[in-house]
């Protein structure tokens, strides 16, 4: 958050400064992802998963990025192990969820058949990322996602819990990653352009946002933006939808 501060961004709500949706840590939220869980329970459509990451890996189909389609081997287990604790998954129906991302347009899939069951709570007893971000922007009254586009094809399984969890939905946009010369999307990997590398280095804030501002399709030449004046320039229409490049030497001399 230091850095984002840094940066010239605020927000109206959070750890920091409170607001009417508290708490805003998801440790501090973990009764309201069980209470989701029991009415996910009490429609049936959840169930204990006792298959183990390499029982996963070789049954499987792969889709890459370490993720695998679930086949549904627990789904009608008769058998309980007892040398393991169980993951929770959710029993995905049958049927396309489709929506009409703001950026990338209509979007549809069909879950069962793109990931499968899923799951709902790790077998550490930590509740995953899709249900806890539903419960939270649905609790939260969020009405517009704005999201990196890595997590477009979470979303109809996230669309498929607001269904079934009674919250509304809110509107998504994708919006494109930053991408590094050799194609690859930024990571942690690349410590010499984190804002807190570049920071240390000297260069300014508004140097950094005048530069994605123009990468992105804001605005039309290189030159020092503060955030708050962006806000006035920037149109979901304007951001392309492709990746990002960032040269490896956009903030040298």
Not at 73 to 84: H, I
Not at 122 to 132: E, I, P
Not at 179 to 190: A, E, F, I, N, V
């Amino acid at each position: 958050m230091a850095d984002m501060r840094w940066l010239g961004l605020d927000w109206d709500e959070g750890p920091d400064v409170g607001g009417p949706y508290a708490p805003y840590c998801q440790d501090e939220r973990r009764e309201l992802y069980q209470q989701a869980l029991e009415r996910l329970a009490a429609k049936g459509v959840i169930y204990p998963c006792y298959c183990t990451r390499a029982e996963l890996a070789a049954s499987a189909p792969h889709r890459g990025d370490s993720n695998y389609r679930y086949t549904g081997n627990c789904r009608n287990r008769s058998e309980t192990p007892t040398d393991r604790r169980p993951a929770l998954r959710l029993a995905v129906p049958e049927g396309i969820i489709q929506y009409e991302d703001l950026i990338c347009g209509q979007y549809a899939q069909d879950v069962r058949e793109i990931s499968g069951d899923f799951v709902v709570r790790r077998s550490d007893g930590v509740h995953a990322y899709q249900l806890a971000v539903v419960v939270d922007d649905g609790l939260m009254n969020i009405n517009n996602v704005v999201r990196g586009d890595d997590l477009l094809d979470s979303t109809p399984r996230q669309l498929l819990l607001y269904r079934l969890l009674g919250l509304t939905p809110p509107t998504f946009a994708h919006v494109p990653l930053l991408h590094g010369q050799d194609g690859h999307r930024l990571s942690k990997r690349q410590q010499d352009l984190s804002i807190a590398a570049l920071r240390y280095r000297g260069v300014r804030a508004e140097d950094i946002i005048g530069y994605l501002g123009w990468k992105a399709g804001l605005i039309d030449r290189r030159c020092q933006v503060t955030a708050k004046d962006l806000i006035n320039l920037f149109a979901l229409e304007k951001l392309q939808t492709k990746p990002i490049i960032v040269e490896n030497d956009c903030f040298l001399g």
